[in-house]
């Protein structure tokens, strides 16, 4: 590789940091001008293929992002001149519309200087829209807020790069068809639409915890930019507990990451891990978003905070043991009764069952467990029968325990999880089915 081309390289690496750090705040920004966020994107994607026709002779700029911004203002000033369907469509401020235009490069240029909080919590609420499919929101907040590229998107899911891609396109074309204002919902609505919000967020920090399916235990990159999103939105909305209760159950799970799995890849539970390899700067963040989601409670807390503030006081409980066997198993179960309430689910029910088992033995747990075998919901549910499998070791009763973790290895798709699976059948005795 010639000098040149090694400086082209190194140009276009710096170009690829910059825009994944701005590209957020330029959508944005202009999505407030344009009142579309399909729009703004294309005009943000146009100022980037600028910065890589120019910059490679010019040099980047001393302030990228800016140029990035300004270059993306033209190009809206242009979009607003010459968008006949504006002046159609809202034939009401028609006689305003050049007035508009001549005030728009004023308001552009104010765009990233002011509001620029406000204009990437409009980008959030408007990605996460219910109007969209929860795989839709999940593809479009990585694509405008994350800054990934199609192609990381299908891969970071196990999906085709054509099949993110006419999903991203789907779900722009419905927030203009369903004219989805570019605002902040207030009162009941923000409530709920936040709910969508976080869920997204949690959606994306779970597939790369333990991915769905592949040959990958976990996908880490999934998980870091989750918890860029919600830092974000934390900052974004100081007040809201459950923002805050979501960032320190993330800022706790993902300081086992570099524990959960061994040399080879391969799959090591809560109960086996090197408690020594646990991120102990991101449990200290956890704990500090724990007490911020405690302080902006509007009761006691933990008697009216919502699901993910409780998870993460469950989470809490892990980090606070210097081992497993040092757990507060008895707070857990109480924190899972509390969730219970809260946010009933035959999965929140299947994790206070694996509680009360520590807490007090398996026969007690396996009585929940089997409840839950009669749930239509749980029958695909691989963890359920995992968990059962688990429960039958501790009771001595293997060869039961072996057909629970062979059909637990045959529910998942994900091929790590079952490797772990078929092996703990194999380790019951017998031949564990391939």
Known sequence: MTATDTHQTDIHKSIDAVWRIESARIIAGLARIVRDVGIAEE?????????????????????????????????????????????????IIGRELEERQDAAAEEIENAMDDDVGDDLLRLIFTACHPVLSAE????????????????????????????????????????????????????AEFTARLSSVLGVIYLIFNEGYTATAGDDWMRPELCHDALRLGRILAELTPNESEVHGLVALMEIQASRLGARAGASGEPILLFDQNRALWDHLLI???????????????????????????????????????????????????????????????IVELNRAVAVGMASGPQAALEIVDELREE?????????????????????????????????????ENARERELMLARAYNCGGDAND
């Open 43 to 91: 005009l943000a994607q146009d100022s980037l293929v600028a910065a890589l026709q120019q910059w490679p002779e010019s040099g980047i700029p001393n302030n990228p992002g800016a140029w990035l911004m300004a270059t993306g203002k033209h190009r809206a000033i242009d979009y607003l001149r010459r968008n006949k369907r504006l002046e159609q469509k809202h034939e």
């Open 376 to 412: 239509p919901a749980m029958q695909n549910y691989h963890l359920l029968w995992s968990v059962r499998g688990d429960l039958l070791v501790k009771l001595g009763r293997n060869e039961e325990a072996r057909g629970e973790f062979e059909r637990a290895g045959s529910l998942t």
């Open 136 to 187: 839709a929101r999940a593809a479009l907040t990585l694509r405008l807020l994350g800054g990934l590229t199609t192609d990381e998107i299908a891969r970071a899911f196990l999906t085709r790069e054509a099949t993110i891609a006419q999903r991203i396109v789907r779900a722009k074309r419905t927030l203009a068809e369903a004219e989805v204002p570019f605002e902040v919902p207030r009162g």
């Open 284 to 346: 200290h963040r956890g704990f500090t978003a724990l007490a911020r989601a405690q302080r902006t409670a509007e009761s006691p807390f933990l008697q009216s905070v919502g699901p993910y503030a409780l998870q993460a006081a469950i989470a809490a409980c892990h980090a606070r043991a210097h081992t497993a066997a040092e757990t507060d198993w008895a707070r857990i179960v109480e924190l899972y009764g509390m969730l219970a309430e809260v946010a009933p689910s035959p």
